[in-house]
């Protein structure tokens, strides 16, 4: 266990839990943290100045619905922001897994928080666990459908399917699992991140495929799969499953950070799963090495640019 109460540490760092929710999703926006994870019967987004704040920071509450089809089990956030409005894509179910599809919300301006209205479904398969990829100026929608396998399909618009599907074939470590997608590009290249092996299992963990500069998402070929975990179980520092994550920058833009979840129990349970955050660098091949999860004791430095930062701290003083 901690020494220190979650968020907090010594001057100018923080220590994780950030939130207790899994499957986190976190952006820097204007000023602020905003991060929302898989609460059930409403969408809530968290929003601080500092990362340090995070985890006292209060809910707002951003989506419920009364539509018994869709309002409960409201997991895996994604809110983007397209062309000055933000996009909110969730999963909802009507409380069995079998229903569950994927929706989209639209905000009336540029603020996170909203207010949001209801646009629509998208796909009608069970589908989890969306992520809206940019590219070439064009939109695709990934996610894991039937089976837990990863799909991809492009969209006429941010909310608007546009074509059928298409089977991402993904190594994993196991057999059971892949979900969870995430992308984020750097020189040209597209590294999409996904998760496997049951998030209630401690091997809980993410794997990697990569899209050259160019290629058509569209094209299976087109994707070389990662030989290896990425991420994963970190027994010395008591962090199990790590995994359903994403990524955002530092304030100043020049660091990159994973935020995603994971617990202190090597027991197969989907209970005291919670969200953590730390940096990340690149190896010289240009893939994300995004190194171990560190343990819950540990002080991890501020973003920079952050308010709280030690940077910024002294150069106020000064």
Known sequence: MTNAAAGTGTAGTFRNPLNQGPDPFMTYYDGNYYLSTSQGNS????????????????????????TASRNQDMWAPCFRLVEGNWYFYYTASDGTNDAHRIYVLKSSGTNPLGPYTFVGQLGDAWAIDPELLILGGKYYLIWSGPNNLLQIAPMSDPVTLSGPAVYLESSGGCTEVREAPVTIQRNGTTYLVYSTCDTGKPDYQLWMRTLPSGADPLVPGNWTQYPNAVFSRNDAANVFGPGSNSFFQSPDGTEDW?????????????????????????????????????????????????????????????
Request: proline residues 5%.
């Open 43 to 66: 969408l809530q987004i968290w929003k601080a100045a500092s990362l340090a704040d995070l985890a006292t920071a209060q809910a707002n509450t951003v989506w419920t619905d009364t």
């Open 258 to 318: 994973i935020v995603y979840h994971g617990k202190t129990t090597s027991a197969y349970t989907y209970d005291g799963r919670t969200t953590r955050a730390q940096k990340f660098t690149w190896n010289a091949d240009g893939t994300p090495n995004l190194g171990q999860p560190l343990s819950l004791d540990t002080d991890i430095a501020l973003p920079s640019g952050d308010p709280k930062s030690a940077a910024v701290t002294a150069a106020k003083r000064a």
